[in-house]
Structure formats: structure tokens, C-alpha cells
């Protein structure tokens, strides 16, 4: 154990969806508010958290894995291992009996009491108890709206503005490891957007587990996304994750008319099954989602949809599974994110049908549709071949510095050689698309006229 002048050092690892992400910057708050130093070597770490992620197995898998590695560095030293996030709500029985390597478990809404656990968690170890610090209550009223996130650098900022889901989609977890929804004050979100651009950030990304929902006294999404886009220094703004059943006119008129919010809706929709849409809850048919698609492309016929699909839920059939292959050829989305049904424990689905579509199929369907919307997704892409677009500059690109990296307001990414473009992260720029790949957009300095 350290002196008492010695900061604790913190290590923080991140798994899941943006919410995830948006959270670790409240936990970072919290905990520099409280005297702790964060650290990126989990090797100089006296306290290890993982915010972690339960929407589907290999999600678990991960953190298990990473679990794992920890045993040996707990028995080289004194360390207090955390587990934060989805998981630690859902799996509060599990978690704990991986004796003896969990010593504090926060579910999202507990983030508060972290100082105070980890501190409890550390005194118990010296005095060699090793007791477990656990706070997984659910709170109906916690939006952390007091709660000025660490953030990461970069150009995007996000802010929560909803929290929770009372959707109950058969499959899905997160309303249990969530809680119910509730909306934060819009006064408050409108404020945190002024400081954000006073930061320099560019864009902000609206976030809620179901963030057209939200909603606060005469506030909805479309009020709520117009004002945010009205501070001045934000030149982008985007929402996830909405649900299709939340897009009145009004919400799209503000997306489509508004020049800061970006042309991009991520749109899920699960199956193309009436049978299947109605077993997994989802509250619309086949023919509302296609009308929905044909409402927004009438209003912006140049806007950026993606998805969400699962392959493989309880009973689909290979019919049914086509009427999904069929809508997504005909939708002819921008991108998708395809997922192979994972049962999740206590889910409507794990309680009252059986997931009984095998493996084998369920693989056989997710690589069938990849196929299927990787071609589209090309297609797409080249469709910007010979435009010029305005691009916000990110960084470098993942695959070589020598190359510049950022997203088209459709959220595409697009790439360049830096020799032939000097930008810095932040700067809009018009660029020339030259050639498309199903994932990037590949640009050079547009020609003078
Ligand atoms: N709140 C968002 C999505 C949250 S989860 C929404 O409603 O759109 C992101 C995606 O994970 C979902 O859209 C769904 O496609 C997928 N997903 C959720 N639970 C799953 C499960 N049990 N098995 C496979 N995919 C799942
Ligand atoms: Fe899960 Fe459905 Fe809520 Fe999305 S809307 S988080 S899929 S229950
Ligand atoms: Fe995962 Fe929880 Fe987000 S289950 S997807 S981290 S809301």
C-alpha cells in the first residue's frame, strides 16, 4: 500500500457502444474530482476498472479475457480490479464469484459512489478482508447532469441527453442493465454544447440508448437537436441511437433543413419479418419501416441511412430470413451492422422462445447478407466518384501517418495522402473523391476551375 500522499492510480478500459465511452469520461470526472491520477500502463495501475458491455456473448467474452490477464498482475501486487458498466448490472451473482479477482462492481447509475468504493475496496485489502465494494441499484432520476465529462481530445464531443430504455425489445438487454429511461434537463445540454464549442470541439454527438425519445416537459428531439445546432462553432451535429418508432415530421424537417445536422440517419432495423419484428417487440412492420425509409428520401433524397440487422432470432425461417434479404436489397442502405442472435439471460426472448436456429445457419446468413451489403455498400460509395465533398479532418488514418483521416457528413470515411494535403484535425475541407471501397472514400485536392 502507498503512502497516503501518493496518488492512487487509475486505469480505465472501455468496451461497448458510444454510451460506454461517454460514461468513462463521467467516471474519469468523478474520480479526478477525488484526488485519483489516471494512468494508460495497466502495469503502474493500483486500480484497474473495466466499463463494460453485455449486448451480446462475444461482448462477455472479451471482458472475461481480459479478466483473465488480470489474475496474474493481482498476484504480483496489491491491485483493486473493478468492473463497471452492463455487465456489472447484469452479472452482479456471476461476477462476484470469480473469487478472488472482482473487488468493486458499479452498474451506470452508481457511478457517484466510486470514490468511496474503490477507497472501501483499498482499505479492505490491507486489512487483508478483501471484502466486495458492490453498488448496482437502478435509478430512475440519474442523468449525471451536474457531471462535467473528462473528455477525450479530438473533434467530437458527446453528451448524453437521455438515459435508459423502456422499449423492451425481446432480445435486448440493456433495458435491465439500463433502467428505465429518463431525460435530462434541456437547459443544461444546451449549456454543456456552449462549452464544448468554447473547447474547440466541432462536432457533438447526441447520445440515449433510444435518443429520439427524449423528451422534457414541452421539449422533444427536434427541439432539443435544433437548439444544440444553433450554438454557434458546431459545425456538425449527429444522434445515436434512434428508434424508428420516434420520427415524427418534425424531427425530420429539423435534420433535413438544419445546414449543421449531418444527413445521416442510422435507422434499426432488425428484420425484415412482420412475424419476427412482432416477436422481437420492435412496434413497426416491414411496410411502416419501408415507409418511413421512403418519408425521409422524399424530404432529402442524398441522405445517409444505416442499420442494425440480427440474423438468426427465435424461429426465423429461411423465408423469413429472405423477406430480410429482400427489404435490404431494396433499402439499399449505406452501411449495416449485422449481428448473429446472442441469447441474453432474463431477456423476453431467453424467458419465453427458444433460440433454436443453429450455428451453422445463423453463420451462414450473417455472411450472406455481409455479402449482400458490402456490394451495396460499394456501389454506394462510388456513387460520390467525381464530387467534391466537405470532409472534417480527424487525425491520421489508422493504417499510416502518412496518410490524413476524417468522415464526410454522412459519416463515411475518407482518406487522403497528407503530402498532398496539409490539414490539421478540426479543419473542414472540400475534397475531391478519386475512388471508393465499400468503407472509404479516397480523396485528393479538388481541381481548380
Ligand atoms: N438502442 C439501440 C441499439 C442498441 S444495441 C436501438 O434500439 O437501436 C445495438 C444493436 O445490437 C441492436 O440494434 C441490435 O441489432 C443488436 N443487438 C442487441 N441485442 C442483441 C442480441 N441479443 N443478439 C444480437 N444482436 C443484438
Ligand atoms: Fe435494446 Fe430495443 Fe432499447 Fe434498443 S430500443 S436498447 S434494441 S430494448
Ligand atoms: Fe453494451 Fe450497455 Fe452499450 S450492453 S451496447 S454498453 S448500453
Redo the contacts with the bound molecule.
Keep these: 500500500m502507498k503512502a497516503k500522499s501518493t496518488p492512487t492510480h487509475v486505469h480505465l478500459e472501455t468496451f461497448g457502444?458510444q454510451m460506454n465511452e461517454y460514461d468513462s469520461e463521467l467516471v474519469r470526472s468523478l474520480l479526478k474530482q477525488d484526488g485519483f491520477v489516471f494512468t494508460d500502463e495497466r502495469e503502474r495501475a493500483d486500480v484497474i476498472l473495466m466499463n463494460t458491455c453485455a449486448?451480446?456473448e462475444n461482448a462477455h467474452n472479451k471482458v472475461y479475457k481480459h479478466l483473465s490477464e488480470l489474475k496474474k498482475l493481482k498476484r504480483q501486487r496489491p491491485l483493486v480490479v473493478g468492473v463497471l458498466g452492463c455487465m456489472a448490472q447484469n452479472l452482479k451473482e456471476e461476477l462476484t464469484d470469480i473469487q478472488p479477482l472482482v473487488d468493486v462492481l458499479a452498474g451506470p447509475d452508481a457511478y457517484r459512489q466510486l470514490p468511496m468504493l474503490i477507497r472501501s475496496a483499498m482499505l479492505s485489502q490491507v486489512e487483508g478482508l478483501n471484502q466486495k465494494e458492490l453498488a448496482v441499484d437502478l435509478s430512475e432520476y440519474e442523468t449525471y447532469h451536474d457531471i462535467v465529462p473528462d473528455r477525450n481530445d479530438g473533434v467530437n464531443a458527446w453528451i448524453a441527453v437521455m438515459r435508459g430504455?423502456d422499449?423492451f425489445?425481446s432480445?435486448?438487454?440493456?433495458p435491465y442493465t439500463r433502467g428505465r429511461e429518463r431525460s435530462r434537463v434541456p437547459e443544461g445540454i444546451v449549456q454543456e454544447a456552449r462549452r464544448i464549442a468554447e473547447q474547440g470541439f466541432k462536432q457533438i454527438t447526441l447520445l440515449g440508448?433510444?435518443v429520439n425519445s427524449y423528451r422534457f416537459g414541452d421539449w422533444d428531439f427536434a427541439r432539443l437537436i435544433t437548439a444544440v445546432a444553433d450554438v454557434p462553432g458546431i459545425e456538425r451535429v449527429r444522434f445515436t441511437?434512434?428508434?424508428p418508432k420516434d420520427f415524427p415530421l418534425s424531427l425530420l424537417e429539423a435534420v433535413v433543413s438544419h445546414p449543421n445536422i449531418c444527413k445521416q440517419i442510422?435507422l434499426?432495423l432488425?428484420s425484415g419479418s412482420d412475424r419476427i419484428l412482432s416477436l422481437m417487440n420492435r412496434t413497426y412492420t416491414n411496410k411502416e419501416y419501408r415507409a418511413l425509409v421512403d418519408r425521409i428520401r422524399t424530404l432529402r433524397a442524398d441522405i445517409v441511412l444505416s442499420t442494425?440487422?440480427?440474423c438468426g432470432f427465435c424461429g426465423e425461417s429461411d423465408a423469413e430470413f429472405a423477406e430480410t434479404y429482400r427489404l435490404v436489397e431494396e433499402i439499399r442502405f449505406h452501411s449495416a451492422?449485422i449481428?448473429?442472435?446472442?441469447?441474453?439471460k432474463n431477456?423476453i426472448?431467453a424467458r419465453k422462445l427458444s433460440d433454436d436456429v443453429s450455428e451453422p445457419v445463423k453463420t451462414d446468413r450473417v455472411t450472406r447478407l455481409f455479402d449482400l451489403q458490402r456490394n451495396i455498400s460499394y456501389e454506394r460509395n462510388r456513387e460520390y466518384l467525381e464530387t467534391t465533398i466537405p470532409v472534417l479532418v480527424e487525425g491520421d488514418a489508422k493504417r499510416s501517418a502518412a496518410q490524413g483521416m476524417g468522415k464526410s457528413d454522412g459519416n463515411i470515411t475518407v482518406i487522403w495522402d497528407k503530402c498532398a494535403i496539409s490539414s490539421q484535425p478540426g479543419d473542414m475541407v472540400s475534397l475531391a473523391i478519386y475512388d471508393a471501397s465499400s468503407t472509404t472514400l479516397y480523396a485528393a485536392r479538388p481541381p481548380v476551375n
Design positions: 457502444c449486448i451480446r430504455c422499449n425489445c432480445f435486448c438487454v440493456v440508448q433510444n441511437s434512434p428508434h442510422h434499426p432488425q442494425d440487422l440480427i451492422f449481428f448473429k442472435y446472442s441469447e441474453r431477456t426472448a
